[in-house]
């Protein structure tokens, strides 16, 4: 049964299984009662469930939802993407922000991909929706198990460590993903199955996008070597976060032990590589130093080769005095 509440809102079994697991995912993330969730909203499928799903567990907690959509003004389209969106959402009883953005002048200023760009912007937007919203309020985005293995497989392409095999995070500050473990065709298909509509973005046809050929040619090739191997990335996801955020803890552990009132940093006995390199990161801050750089300053220190600065960047550099390092910023 629909919740009273909420006019015009189909259901079916599929949708039914599918809100409850997403209210269970809620609940895990904790999400108390009563919270403002800002719902990141494309009109696509996977965003449009999101919108369906959460609704329903509106009565039970008295979350208030807001749906939240960034027009990037990449193509004729998507103005029209935006109207539907606020549509849809008004036919749920529902409140939504839409804002529009020039996704391609930001990218030439900044020097970056579009897809990067778009993100950057997506991301910002949501945050001022979100703090307008309160300092309680959280961003729910409907990042998918496919999703998440497209990510892990383009870190895998470009070479990564545990960070990037650990893929897309469920809970990052106060943007939360709880619908990482369903998959996009199961989504869709409760859509298709209460008659809920969606928009299709061509954009996500084009092959100039690597996340594009990715989900196109890869993804479909890799699941031909094992049927579930999409629930496997996600599992190995997982075990990589938990052992990233392991390894994090013992490079801050070892770096405190090691790091003297004066803020130097007794490099001997060497400790292993990727314990060096997190206390490198740790200790420079953000942003992270290049990979070369951290290379470099863990080298350097293993084999106490003092007398000697690294730059790492960002206006700091690292100082080796026999044994020794120190992290030094600006001049």
Known sequence: MNPPSVPNCPESALIST?????????????????AHLILA????????????????????????????????GLR?????DAQFVAGAASELGLPSTVSQTDVAAMAAERGDGLEEAGRVARYAFLEEVAAAAGPDALILTAH?????????????????????????AERRGRVLRPLLGE?????RQALDGAGIRYRIDPSNDDPRFARNRARTDVLPAFEGLHGRAIEAVSRMALQAADDDRLLDALALTTLAARRSADGWIDWRPAPPSTIAARMARA????????????????????????GRAIELGGG????????RVRIVHGT
């Open 18 to 34: 599918l809100a409850s697991r997403l209210e269970a995912a809620l609940l895990r993330l904790g999400v108390p009662d009563g």
């Open 41 to 72: 909203v494309s009109g696509g499928p996977d965003s449009m469930a999101l919108m369906h799903l959460a609704i329903r567990a509106v009565p039970a907690h008295g979350w208030r939802l807001l749906v939240a959509h960034l027009d990037h």
């Open 76 to 80: 004729d389209g998507s103005a029209a």
């Open 144 to 168: 998918t198990a496919d999703d998440e293995a497209e990510t892990v497989l383009l870190h895998m392409a470009r070479g990564t460590g545990l960070a990037g095999l650990a893929g897309i």
């Open 183 to 187: 998959r996009r065709a199961r989504l």
């Open 283 to 306: 200790v420079a801050g953000p942003p992270a130093p290049s990979a070369e750089r951290t290379d470099a300053l863990v080298a350097a220190g293993s084999h106490g080769r003092g």
């Open 316 to 323: 700091r550099r690292a100082v080796l005095r026999g044994s």
